[in-house]
């Protein structure tokens, strides 16, 4: 394991025996090899930590950790983040997958151009992994205001470089904290930029907060006013924007 390249891949694990096997699967099929996958279990009350074990029997990459108890996505997260041992941290939630070449390429895109922060485009999924003909891209590069106004950014298409930046952790809020964490890395860096290629599928799972639009708009005011600590006139005109660039793209 070379630490100088290592990339530690993020995956908090709750409820997701029917989609886990795959997303490790994506994994292990990258053609950059040089990768650790921390999985933190948030307390799962079906059989998905005992799938991991039995990759793990045959895997010394991926690591099992559990949390005492049930905490969410960011607890989870940031407990991944403190074990990672990489140069580059990206992330990969446990129904979501990548293409075999997305770290190859990505990491590439990275060290020719010296990038501290990426993503990639993707396309989205239903629950059954057929595709929904809906690739998500996302401008050339962005900054933080930009950003404020609309999310562009996948949590399974980023990247950041921690050896650079340090290690870079989510804020405890109940969603959106992959939002709330890009916003973090763009306080560091002047910008994020964007391998243009589609290299991951996101899974749509009916019910889940993603799908859910009333709860987005809720979830994004209370980042505007309680984690970046935006005035409310502030944070009503990016909600604003948020919610105009929603419309835009389904038009």
Request: charged letters at 30%; glycine letters at 4%; proline letters at 2%.
């Amino acid at each position: 394991m070379n630490l100088n390249k290592l990339v530690s891949i993020i995956t908090p694990l709750y409820n997701a025996e029917k989609y886990i096997e795959t997303t490790i699967q994506s994994v292990q099929y990258q053609t950059y090899k040089n990768w650790e996958m921390i999985i933190v279990d948030d307390c799962s009350k079906d059989r998905g930590p005992e799938i991991v074990k039995k990759y793990i029997e045959n895997d010394n990459r991926i690591k099992l950790m559990k949390l005492e108890k049930n905490s969410g996505g960011a607890v989870a997260r940031n407990r991944a983040i403190k074990e990672a041992k990489g140069k580059y941290i990206a992330f990969l939630d446990s129904d979501d997958l990548w293409y075999p070449e997305k770290l190859e390429k990505q990491l590439k895109f990275m060290e020719e151009n010296n990038y501290d922060f990426t993503y990639t485009w993707y396309e989205k999924i239903d629950e059954e992994g057929n595709l929904l003909k809906e690739i998500v891209k996302s401008e050339d590069k962005i900054n933080y205001n930009k950003l404020l106004k609309s999310n562009q950014i996948g949590c399974l298409a980023a990247m950041y470089n921690a050896k650079k930046l340090g290690k870079i952790y989510m804020p405890l809020i109940r969603k959106r904290q992959d939002y709330a964490l890009w916003l973090q890395v763009l306080k560091k860096v002047d910008y994020g930029y964007c391998l243009k290629e589609n290299l991951a599928q996101y899974r749509i799972v009916n019910g889940s907060v993603s799908s859910n639009k009333i709860n987005l708009i809720k979830y994004n005011w209370k980042l505007f006013r309680d984690v970046e600590k935006l005035s409310i006139f502030k944070s009503f005109y990016y909600l604003s924007w948020n919610i105009f660039t929603k419309l835009m793209l389904k038009k």
